[in-house]
């Protein structure tokens, strides 16, 4: 059983920048593939990044590549996403998720999930 949190959402401006946390507790991280999703209001929810269980290998939504960076640091049980020129469509509330395994970009194949935290970008 893994438990999510995740933090460092908020208010910023086209063009900026902010970073997403996702602290994880209860298991190992390390035996887990975690990835980020978003849901914006009306919409789906979308993949947005995944990483390995070590960090070696990611992957990104196409509209992100470039201006997002997905990390992780197993030693602190925690998930990172790097989200820099920040465009108003990136606003959604964004999750951290985990699965036993190898990272999928599918979000039904993912066991563990946080709460969300709200990403805005004002134009």
């Known amino acids: 059983q893994v438990h999510l949190v995740e933090s460092g959402g908020g208010l910023v401006q086209a063009g900026g920048s902010l970073r997403l946390s996702c602290a994880a507790s209860?298991?190992?991280?390390?035996?887990?593939?975690m990835a980020w999703f978003r849901q914006a209001p009306g919409k789906e929810s979308e993949f947005v990044a995944t990483?390995?269980?070590?960090?070696?290998?990611?992957y990104y939504l196409d509209s992100v590549k470039g201006r997002f960076t997905i990390s992780r640091d197993n030693a602190k049980s925690t998930l990172y996403l790097q989200m820099n020129s920040l465009k108003p469509e990136d606003t959604a509330v964004y999750y951290c998720?985990?699965?036993?395994?190898?990272?999928?970009?599918?979000?039904?194949?993912?066991?563990?999930w946080g709460q969300g935290t709200q990403v805005t970008v004002s134009s």
């Open positions: 209860g298991q190992t991280l390390s035996n887990y593939g």
């Open positions: 990483t390995s269980k070590i960090g070696d290998n990611t």
């Open positions: 998720a985990a699965r036993v395994g190898t990272e999928l970009v599918v979000a039904r194949a993912y066991n563990y």
